[in-house]
């Protein structure tokens, strides 16, 4: 229904006078909830910076915060806020649907978790049968990707290596000798392979072959889950950095590999690098890399970022702090793309950051010319940002982000939040190992991501097949998707 029709003669009896009309404000806080904006300062920077649209809109002079504010808290019941928080999911929601760029991801709250309409949410049941074959073509288009060198002749089929893999992964912190010898009482084939012999097919596979495998099983799910409309193969992709737990042995002879933490303390540990698809498209990881002592992060996101664009149209890179780098954005630029990193606060910073504080600002923006060096420079665009519920009481309140597409972008930074989600699901998969073999050990992190993959591939699968559309909070869970592995790959 159009908003000039929308009735609010229930909702329009409060007390005191005001210049601004309920079907204006209305407006006013559907835009701000479409945006995500947590307070209304946002929202008035945006109309202070869009006078065509307050024209459009009726506005005749321009509300501050505070009378938003109470706008909001008084002149607005529980229902009418309702209301408006529904209408702004349901236009996001629709307009993702139809490919329509949006500046939030919506909370696309499943009717599985208390929504009304659970009459025609599918049985578990239903899930479970529809997830067993959609599992079995998944795994029938993943795994052939993987291979072992090992001659012809041999007795045990190469697919249960990877049947054992995925065992692994089925149980928290199992090792390949344990696995092995559960595995053959568990497995319906006659000859599975024991733990030693496992690991040295695996440690005879150099990285690069692993990467290589890796990327073909991931290309060849994409290309299954981009029959669906669904899928959506423009968006937004994060790359970050992950690390396993502390190592407490001796490290002698792998220094280079058993490097620092990202946190710069006194432990030791293996650190990996994947890139993964977040915002709108189901979280798939498109590859991974180990972190060596030496690799620069310039070279871990190229590299990562040539695999991403060759498996997808990438429009916007999201990325952490340790990758703030004058150099690093340059080259995203150059490659003509969109960006938001944090940035780390220098003396500059800190300064404007005192400044906001004592203004009272929540946010700021400010154009900077970064230094490359031999008289070059990148131009990118500084976005400070007051934390809410800090525990600070000075300048460390803000963030500062750096973007090269204005505030727009910055709403989507969120999304990173799906990567940190993703790493704990991935080392959930993974196989326990002491060794400190380091093919071995990225091995299992990267089949613990292929894994992970798999599982959010077979959820959107199944979400369309029984639903039409897809949501991000899973209807398969993962331990039904490993345990349908299991069964599909021969186990049980």
């Known amino acids: 229904m159009p908003l000039a029709y929308v009735q609010f003669d229930a909702h329009d009896r409060y007390a005191g006078s005001t210049s601004y009309e309920m079907e204006t404000l209305f407006r006013l806080f559907l835009l701000k909830e479409c945006h995500g904006w947590d307070h209304e300062t946002a929202l008035v920077e945006y109309l202070t910076q869009h006078p065509d649209f307050c024209e459009q809109i009726g506005l005749d002079s321009m509300p501050n915060q505070s009378t938003l504010w109470r706008s909001w808290h008084h002149r607005f019941t529980a229902e009418l806020q309702d209301t408006v928080q529904t209408a702004a999911r349901t236009i996001l929601i629709k307009a993702q649907n139809a490919g329509v760029s949006v500046p939030r991801e919506p909370d696309r709250q499943s009717r599985r978790q208390g929504g009304e309409n659970t009459e025609s949410d599918p049985d578990d049941q239903t899930v479970l049968d529809e997830a067993k074959r959609v599992t079995e073509r998944v795994s029938d288009v993943a795994f052939p990707a993987f291979s072992l060198d090992r001659g012809e002749g041999c007795e045990i089929h190469e697919n249960a290596y990877w049947d054992l893999q995925t065992y692994l992964g089925l149980r928290e912190n199992l090792a390949a000798n344990e696995g092995a010898r559960s595995f053959i009482h568990e497995s319906s084939r006659e000859r599975t392979p024991l733990g030693h012999a496992h690991r040295e097919h695996v440690r005879d596979l150099s990285i690069e072959q692993m990467r290589e495998m890796y990327r073909q099983a991931v290309g060849r799910l994409l290309h299954r889950v981009a029959e669906t409309e669904e899928f959506f193969r423009a968006g937004i992709v994060a790359i970050?950095?992950?690390?396993?737990?502390?190592?407490?042995?001796?490290?002698?002879?792998?220094?280079?590999?058993?490097?620092?933490?990202?946190?710069?303390?006194?432990?030791?540990?293996?650190?990996?690098?994947?890139?993964?698809?977040?915002?709108?498209?189901?979280?798939?990881?498109?590859?991974?890399?180990?972190?060596?002592?030496?690799?620069?992060?310039?070279?871990?996101?190229?590299?990562l970022l040539d695999s991403a664009e060759a498996a997808v149209h990438v429009d916007n890179v999201l990325m952490d702090r340790e990758f703030d780098s004058q150099h690093i954005v340059e080259m995203l630029s150059q490659r003509g793309l969109s960006y938001v990193v944090p940035k780390r606060m220098q003396t500059s910073e800190k300064a404007q950051a005192k400044r906001l504080l004592k203004k009272g600002k929540d946010r700021y923006e400010t154009d900077r010319k970064l230094h490359l060096g031999d008289n070059e420079w990148h131009s990118t665009t500084l976005i400070y940002r007051r934390k809410e519920d800090s525990e600070h009481t000075d300048h460390r309140q803000y963030s500062v982000f750096m973007t090269n597409r204005k505030s727009g972008l910055l709403t989507e930074y969120g999304y990173r939040w799906e990567i940190e989600s993703g790493y704990k699901s991935i080392k959930r998969f993974m196989g326990a190992t002491t060794s400190k073999h380091f093919g071995l050990r990225f091995f299992y992190f990267a089949f613990a991501c292929l894994l992970y993959s798999i599982w959010r591939a077979v959820d959107l699968l199944v979400q369309v097949q029984l639903t039409g559309e897809y949501e991000h909070s899973p209807i398969v869970t993962a331990d039904n998707t490993l345990t349908l592995l299991k069964k599909e790959t021969g186990i049980g």
């Open 240 to 303: 970050d950095i992950t690390e396993g737990d502390p190592f407490t042995g001796d490290r002698a002879g792998h220094e280079d590999e058993i490097i620092g933490t990202k946190e710069k303390t006194d432990e030791y540990a293996y650190q990996w690098a994947t890139v993964q698809l977040v915002g709108n498209a189901v979280p798939i990881v498109l590859d991974a890399r180990p972190v060596r002592k030496g690799d620069t992060r310039k070279e871990i996101v190229e590299d």
